[in-house]
């Protein structure tokens, strides 16, 4: 199988301001490596090739999220490759390059590395080592300040994946899942064990693992499972190859998997129901996305839509930046 650094965020809208703001059911797709050098690509929620340079070649790569009609991502910085995340415009314009930095945060715990994973409305959610070498799940406003640090103990490695829904943050190693309040209330460091591997959403009051068999696997034989918040688990579904980064968005998964594109083989996006039934087994497949590892699903803004659409009528929106 192989080692993808690739991350997407689905957007369920954006009102701006400006004509470069992101528009309804945009796929943003980083594709690193890739033959033709770093690319953050951008599609439609039918697959269609929107942007192939929405964002510059060394904007970063990794996880990607995108709130307020920006984007951010992880980076590196200087000769050091020091880790930060960086934000910039949907229109592909440099905001900040080291919005946040690994080697600066400011509560002088973290040192080394700062990864985001996910995002809820206006935060953003990843993690980074404490001097003590614990990892921690830290909580960012999209200014870059840091808002909570969440100390995952008993654990000597970072997340595979982080998830914010429902008033709830979880995160998991691939094998277990800690689950915490979005306040930074613990509630268990090990709410799910067993696993082997594979992403993790929120969809209302469930939660969703995937679950990649061992190697060598056969074609469709792959779980995902569903356990309710409190850890209780509800059910599985298969037929996927080699399940990764799994989001919820509009009441259905959206799943990375292995496919082929050509008669090659690649990875795909597909969107299914919470029951496991395709919708699209392949929205995103093409030539340029060999490589698809991660990706981020935004949700769906209509609160604040409906927030900015009130302010307008005002007069008093402002553009964020």
Known sequence: MKTHTVCTALLAGCLASS?????????????????????????????????????????GGGHIYVAGGNVFLNTSLGEEGIAAIAEYTTGGALV??????????????????????????????????????????????????LLQSLEWSGQSSGPYSIAVGDGYVVATTGTSVAEWT??????????ITGLTGGGITISGSDIFVTQPSPTPQTAGTAFVNEYTLSGTFVGSFSGLTYPGAIQAYDGNLYIESAGTSGGHPTTVIGEYTTAGVPINAAIVTDPYTESIGAFYVVPEPSTWILAAIGLAALGVVRRRR
């Open 19 to 59: 004509a470069a703001a992101a528009r309804a059911g945009e796929i943003y797709v980083v594709n690193n490596p890739n033959p033709v050098g770093t690319q953050i690509l951008e599609y439609d929620t039918a697959g269609n090739l929107i942007n192939p340079n929405a964002l510059p070649a060394d904007a």
């Open 182 to 191: 979005t306040s930074g209330t613990l509630v268990s460091s090990s709410l």
């Open 96 to 145: 900040n390059q080291g919005l946040i930095e690994a080697a600066t945060l400011s509560d002088g715990v973290q040192v080394g590395e700062v990864s985001l994973y996910a995002g809820s409305g206006s935060d953003l959610w990843g993690w980074g080592y404490g001097q003590n070498g614990v990892p921690y799940v830290y909580e960012w406003s999209t200014a870059g300040t």
